[in-house]
């Protein structure tokens, strides 16, 4: 089976709290984090093997120096079907809400929006499997563990499963700065899966053709256009509050 490397504080305690096969524990040997007490309890209580390095070792094992001291050797990573979203959304007290990546590039900002994605309380996250990052060990590193929070469904063809999920009651909407629709004049509910188009290219056409509406975040400034992880952190959180009926402003 093949092996993987999870490094740093945050996605080695996901890890060790998850689901995940795991093989051993790397731990530098002059680490002194207050954290690591709480990471070889967790050990103890999964029964891993705890192997001391120098720095150096970690940092080549890694291919990183932003390891914190630690690493895990786990199992690969193991995503769902895009059916167990589906199930999941279907359930009475789920909150039915899809973050849909079309083609996410860099780890880090996949990273970074699977952990948005879990913080605003999303059901789950979808990723194409072709040209597209997968969940590496930067992703993890990235989502300071919350890959191992939130279910991650990889799938062929990301415009056929969006008409699946339409055909399961979820509305779809496409984040596209071109959109004359403001993401704020949209009062989201129901169940509702949200597109976020890759780095520089945006949503492709066909996915475009499968998004019921599509929405733009008004911009104020000189620059035309932000990051994706941070366009889709705004999005994913004013979904979230209207899902959860709560008002702008002071209450």
């Known amino acids: 089976m093949r092996e993987e490397l999870v490094f740093g504080v945050n996605p080695v305690r996901e890890a060790l709290r998850g689901k995940r096969e795991i093989f051993g524990l790397y731990v530098q040997s002059t680490a002194t984090d207050h954290r690591l007490d709480k990471i ?33 050797k786990v199992a690969p990573f193991s995503y769902a079907d895009l059916d167990d979203l589906i199930e999941a959304g279907d359930r009475e007290d789920a909150a039915g809400f899809l973050l849909v990546l079309d083609g996410i590039q860099d780890p880090h900002n996949l990273g970074a929006l699977i952990r948005t994605a879990a913080c605003a ?21 990235a989502s300071a563990g919350a890959v191992e929070t939130i279910t991650v469904a990889q799938v062929t063809n990301i415009a056929q ?13 496409g984040l596209s700065g071109e959109a004359d629709a403001s993401l704020y004049e949209v009062a989201f509910s129901g169940k509702i899966a949200l597109v976020i188009g890759g780095e520089g290219e945006g949503i492709r056409p066909l996915v475009r ?16 256009s932000l990051n994706a992880s941070v366009a889709g952190g705004i999005a994913l959180y004013e979904v979230a509050r209207c899902l959860r009926g709560e008002k702008p402003g002071r209450s």
């Open 121 to 141: 309380g999303a059901s789950g996250v979808v990723i194409p499997r072709d040209r597209a990052c997968a969940i590496t060990p930067a992703a993890e590193k």
């Open 40 to 72: 070889l309890e967790l050990a103890r209580e999964r029964g891993v093997r705890v192997i001391r390095r120098e720095r150096e070792d970690l940092t080549r094992m890694c291919g990183s120096s932003h390891h914190q001291g630690m690493a895990l």
């Open 161 to 173: 499963s969006l008409e699946k999920l339409k055909r399961s009651g979820y509305w779809v909407y």
């Open 209 to 224: 053709k499968q998004c019921d509406a599509l929405v733009s975040i008004p911009l104020y400034g000189g620059v035309g």
